[in-house]
């Protein structure tokens, strides 16, 4: 197995383009924006003929699904955190977490909306293990490794 993989991209980092963050392109330009780049950005890296890892954002799900279910190859994971451990996440990076400045009450009701368009990934694994053993138990998941 290589020691490291090449097809792995961030959606955030698609969608940000030249404005640098999230936090930056939400201000120039909405969320709404926002969101439609991330559509867009999210079919462009499906339909990549290469094999790839794509880390999306915990909001790509709730308008994303019906991009996803265009492709069969596709396998979503959801990385399953508790909303406390995502919460300590989120505030640790404010700056570049814009939701995260709504508070916590907004973004627990934001976090449990969201539950269901997570249910409906392939599969879960814990997210709150290291990374290693993370990436390791999607890989066996796979079948993969």
Not at 44 to 50: D, F, M, Y
Not at 53 to 77: N, Y
């Amino acid at each position: 197995m290589p020691a490291s993989f090449e097809g792995f991209f961030d959606l955030d980092e698609l969608v940000q383009g030249k404005d640098g963050s999230v936090a930056t392109f939400v201000a120039r330009h909405g969320w709404e924006a926002f969101r439609l780049e991330e559509e867009k950005q999210l079919e462009k890296a499906l339909r990549s003929p290469q094999p790839l890892v794509l880390a999306l954002g915990g909001g790509t799900l709730e308008r994303g699904w019906p991009i996803i279910h265009k492709f069969d190859s596709v396998q979503v994971c959801h990385l399953q955190v508790p909303f406390e451990a995502c919460w300590q996440r989120l505030a640790y990076d404010e700056e570049d977490r814009p939701l995260a400045r709504d508070g916590r009450a907004v973004m627990a009701a934001l976090y449990e909306k969201r539950q269901k368009a997570y249910l409906a990934a392939n599969f879960s694994v814990d997210g709150t293990r290291p990374p290693g053993e993370v990436a390791l138990a999607i890989l066996q998941r796979l079948r993969v490794a």
